[in-house]
């Protein structure tokens, strides 16, 4: 009998063939979105709190408390209740509603805090309620088991569906667990491989995609496994995901667009080559926001 974390992983890779179209360079798109929890943060969510179990560091009686952007939350909240957990999930007010919705029907009980404070303010308030007692924070951001998923399971599974022939991978950049995990597993492989992080522009506003202050630097993240980073716009992320709905069936949030309009920057440059980006979650987390509201093609 399966139990729904059997089909975390094992996502679809498919090829992007309107947007680019360039005889010698492919671009492959890796679907996270199919994940049971529809994110590529069901991965991390999941080896963040089995590791925890394992080691004994989640004790009966313990709650756990997680500052997120939503995703990450999305999934910590659904497979907290597979192990029986309660968990605390903290966002900025600025959250789509879907997501705050989400986490609530799993059981989770949301904290949003002030959208002026940015992450910055969640992070703050989960360490504050760690230390008053009977909270385990499983900080994503400082957690190897974060891109332990993915050195496990993405970076082998994006290594095997393009037959070891990838030459460019290309990931957004929040907490960095997925560039940071399949990076270390690429690199293993064959050393060409160029991991290329995206990044935003600066005055954008990319939800999944963080420039961080160096004091809230992901501790997970080390600038040596990135051997580029390219940056992005709010307007670029937007349109992007706009057209991959629309010409390629691709549904995803603005990460996710993100991330492919820095891989269509990298292609420009490139003559051959095979490229995979990752396409984080669906767009129907975003409905309630302004992303797909201008997206009627004319």
């Known amino acids: 009998m399966s139990s729904l974390l059997d089909f975390v992983g094992n996502t679809p890779l ?8 360039k005889p010698k ?3 492959y798109a890796k679907l996270e979105g199919h994940n049971p929890g529809g994110s590529v943060k069901d991965r991390a969510a999941y080896g ?5 179990l394992d080691r004994g560091e989640l004790k009966p009686g313990m709650k756990l408390i997680e500052a997120t952007s939503g995703n990450t939350g999305i999934a910590l909240a659904m497979i ?3 192990f029986d957990l309660d968990i605390e999930l903290v966002m900025p007010e600025n959250a789509t509603r879907e997501r705050v919705m989400t986490m609530k029907a799993f ?3 949301v904290t949003l805090t002030p959208q002026k404070e940015s992450m910055e303010g969640a992070i703050d308030y989960a360490h504050a309620k760690v230390a008053e007692g009977g909270y385990l924070m499983l900080n994503q951001f400082a957690n190897p088991d974060n891109y332990g998923a993915h050195y496990r399971t993405t970076g082998p599974e994006i290594w095997k569906d393009t037959q070891g022939k990838i030459t460019h991978f290309v990931s957004a950049m929040g ?3 997925t560039i940071m995990g399949v990076s270390r597993f690429m690199k293993e492989q064959n050393p060409n491989v160029q991991i290329i992080g995206a990044q935003p522009a600066d005055g954008s506003q990319i939800p999944g995609i963080r420039k961080w202050q160096e004091a809230y630097l992901p501790k997970i993240f080390e600038r040596d496994r990135v051997d580029r980073v390219i940056e992005v716009s709010q307007a670029e992320a937007t349109q992007m995901t706009r057209r991959l709905a629309q010409e390629e069936g691709i549904f995803a949030g603005m990460s996710s667009g993100g991330a492919v309009a820095v891989a269509t920057k990298l292609i420009e440059e490139l003559e051959e080559g095979i490229v995979v980006c990752i ?3 669906k767009g129907d987390r975003y409905l309630s926001s302004d992303l797909f509201s201008s997206g009627e093609k004319g």
């Not at 498919?14 to 179209?21: A, F």
């Not at 963040?48 to 925890?52: L, N, V, Y």
């Open 14 to 21: 498919v090829q992007v063939r309107h947007i680019v179209q």
């Open 25 to 27: 360079v492919k671009l």
């Open 48 to 52: 963040m709190i089995k590791g925890a």
């Open 80 to 82: 907290a209740r597979l």
């Open 107 to 109: 059981g989770a009980k």
């Open 175 to 177: 907490t960095t667990g």
């Open 279 to 281: 396409i984080c979650d």
